[in-house]
């Protein structure tokens, strides 16, 4: 394997046009998000397959939590039905499942199935699927923050060793790279509040592609685009 191709691990996604994709057809929001979860299974197994390890897509935001009760409850039915099924399969191809965010704004049940999901694939040798659910760049900062002021306090850390690399250590993501694409669909330009910290030197994708159409072929355009760019890290 060249060193290229080596260079590609970590491939996050804002998952973003559901609404729309819903809309154009005259069909409920939750249509789109329907068809938006099967588009996440593809997506994931196709990664897989082109040996990506790492994959963190965007489910829900702390910010979605303000969206009508009845959407925020028609996401939250999806994923419950999503952990006892659609997940399971991914296992079955070898793939890992992890989640981020702030587990403890979800109901019990569904923090539950998420545990039982981490612990039943944590063996396997595929791609690592990170879900982020509840997730919020800043609150993970902010989080990660608190923690280093304690560890200050207690004398655990002195003022001057605090640097990226501890940073980094109390995110989610500690042991996880960070992406080296960031891909957001259905042609909006911006972060939203997304892996904030992990994206520093990550190459952007905008696809102007509604996150239910999105395919495995966009993906491998995508991919070949990356490794014709040339990643400098802020070097010369
Ligand atoms: C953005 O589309 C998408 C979301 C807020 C949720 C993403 C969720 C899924 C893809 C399905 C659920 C996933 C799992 C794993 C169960 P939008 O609703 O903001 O679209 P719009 O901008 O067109 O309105």
Do not use: C
């Amino acid at each position: 394997m060249s060193t290229k191709q080596e260079s590609l691990q970590h491939i996050a996604v804002i998952m973003d046009g559901n609404g729309r994709w819903a809309q154009k057809r005259g069909l409920p929001r939750a249509a789109g998000h329907r068809k938006g979860a099967e588009t996440v299974k593809e997506i994931a197994k196709a990664a897989n397959e082109r040996g990506v390890r790492f994959l963190t897509l965007y489910a829900f935001s702390t910010e979605n939590w303000q969206r009508p009760k009845d959407e925020v409850k028609t996401l939250m039915d999806l994923l419950r039905q999503y952990l006892k099924s659609d997940l399971a399969e991914l296992h079955k191809h070898g793939i890992r499942i992890r989640f981020i965010g702030e587990r403890y704004m979800l109901d019990k049940d569904i923090v539950e199935s998420m545990e039982q999901l981490e612990r039943n694939t944590a063996d396997n040798k595929g791609m690592t699927l990170i879900l982020a659910i509840s997730y919020g760049g800043r609150q993970e900062i902010v989080a990660a923050t608190k923690r280093v002021a304690e560890m200050v306090k207690k004398g655990d850390v002195a003022e001057d060793d605090i640097d990226a690399k501890l940073l980094s250590q109390l995110l989610y993501t500690k042991d996880i790279p960070d992406p080296d694409i960031l891909i957001r669909t259905s042609g909006e330009q911006r972060i939203s509040n997304y892996l904030l910290w992990q994206l520093a030197y990550a190459e952007l994708f905008f696809s102007k592609t509604l996150w239910p159409d999105f395919t495995p072929e966009e993906l491998d355009t995508i991919i070949e685009n990356f490794y014709s760019r040339e990643r400098r890290y802020g070097k010369v």
